[in-house]
């Protein structure tokens, strides 16, 4: 079955600053990449998600790139702010009728003023 | 704006003991999820659900697990006999039927502890 990586586990940045969290999976059959933030306390939600027919996704700061040859995902953000900490998880699934999500291991972003 | 709600938002249980998680999916979506989460680590998927039936299922969802949507609005995850492992959030999710709608929409989730 599917295997998702993520890294980092933690990652530390000053407000303004830029993030990248990374993924990597292992079925070159799954073609759907959804992005997830969890704030404490909360269920997952989607924040921005690609599909494999495009290379780059953005909205406004956040940004998502899609290597399929590599089998490798991205989340950028840019120009930090303290409500972006939270975590973040990647996941990967096919596009079938029922989309199941493999989800990474997640990474705990903080940003500080 | 529609949502996922879950309730109840915290199950404390004896080990053996029963327990029924519920789950009010967004009313025009067709396809279920419950998912699980134990503390610190990351997001499992446990069973999708279409149509009446199980389409999908995982690993960790065994006998002592089953799914129900009892009417037209409810759907529920039963454990019958809990063990302390079941200790988790459990997440509930619904996508639209629409062609191409992946995103999907989860609840606030239910923790459970089992003692």
């Known amino acids: 079955g599917e295997n998702v990586e993520q890294h980092p586990s933690t990652l530390s940045v000053q407000e303004g600053d830029s993030a990248v969290i990374k993924c990597t999976y292992s079925?070159?059959?799954?073609?759907?990449f959804p992005w997830y933030k969890q704030e404490l306390g909360k269920g997952p939600q989607l924040i921005i998600d690609i599909r494999s027919n495009v290379g780059e996704k953005k909205d406004q700061r956040i940004a998502v790139t899609l290597n399929k040859t590599a089998k490798h995902f991205s989340l950028h953000i840019t120009e930090t702010q303290p409500e972006d900490s939270a975590v973040y998880f990647c996941a990967a699934s096919k596009n079938s009728g029922y989309s199941t999500l493999t989800f990474g291991k997640g990474t705990m972003l903080l940003v500080s003023p | 704006e529609p949502e996922v709600t879950q309730t109840p938002s915290h199950q404390v249980t004896q080990m053996g003991q029963e327990v029924i998680l519920r789950c009010v999916p967004i009313?025009?979506?067709?396809?279920f999820y419950w998912y699980r989460q134990i503390l610190g680590q990351k997001v499992e998927f446990l069973v999708s659900?279409?149509?009446?039936?199980?389409?999908?299922k995982s690993e960790i969802f065994d006998d002592q697990f089953s799914v129900e949507r009892p009417d037209g609005s409810n759907f529920t995850l039963k454990i019958r006999s809990t063990k302390l492992e079941d200790s988790a959030m459990y997440f509930c999710?619904?996508?639209?039927?629409?062609?191409?709608?992946?995103?999907?929409?989860f609840g606030p989730g239910t923790r459970l502890t089992v003692l």
């Open positions: 659900f279409y149509n009446n039936e199980i389409s999908e």
């Open positions: 999710a619904s996508r639209s039927p629409g062609t191409g709608e992946n995103e999907q929409f």
């Open positions: 009313s025009n979506h067709l396809y």
């Open positions: 079925d070159s059959a799954s073609n759907y």
